[in-house]
C-alpha cells in the first residue's frame, strides 16, 4: 500500500501531511505507529517550509516489513546536521528525531535538482 500528498510551502502543510500519515497508518492497520509516523513527517515537511521553501511531495509506502517515508523538494540545501550542541535551542531537532526514532534514514540528491529525504519504520510484527 502506497499513498502521496504535493504540498505546498506553507505553515498549513505540516498540518495536512501529519493527518495524511494518521489516516495512512489507520487505514494499514498500523494504528501502533501513527504517532512516530505523524511526528517524523511533521519535522520533515517542517523542514521544507522553514528551509526549502519549495513545494514538495510527501510519499509513504508500506511493505510487509517496513513503512518508507521520502518527502521530495526543489531545494539543494541539504539537512542540517544531527548533532547539536546548544541544548536551548529552540529548533535544529528535528533530524534528531528522525535519526533516534526510525530503523534507517537518509537524503538522496536528484540529477535534476533537490533532493529526497526519508526515514524508515518497521512494521510492528502483530500486522506483518
Known sequence: MSGFLELGPTPDSVGRA????VAY???SGMSEVSDTLSLLVSELVSNVVLHARTPCVLHIE????RIRVQVRDGSDRMPGS??????FAQSGRGMVLVESLSSGHGVDKLAEGGKT???ELLVPAEVR
Open 18 to 21: 501529519r493527518r495524511f500519515s
Open 117 to 119: 529525504v526519508w526515514f
Open 82 to 87: 544531527t548533532q547539536r550542541s546548544d541544548p
Open 25 to 27: 497508518a489507520h487505514d
Open 62 to 65: 508500506r511493505s510487509r516489513e
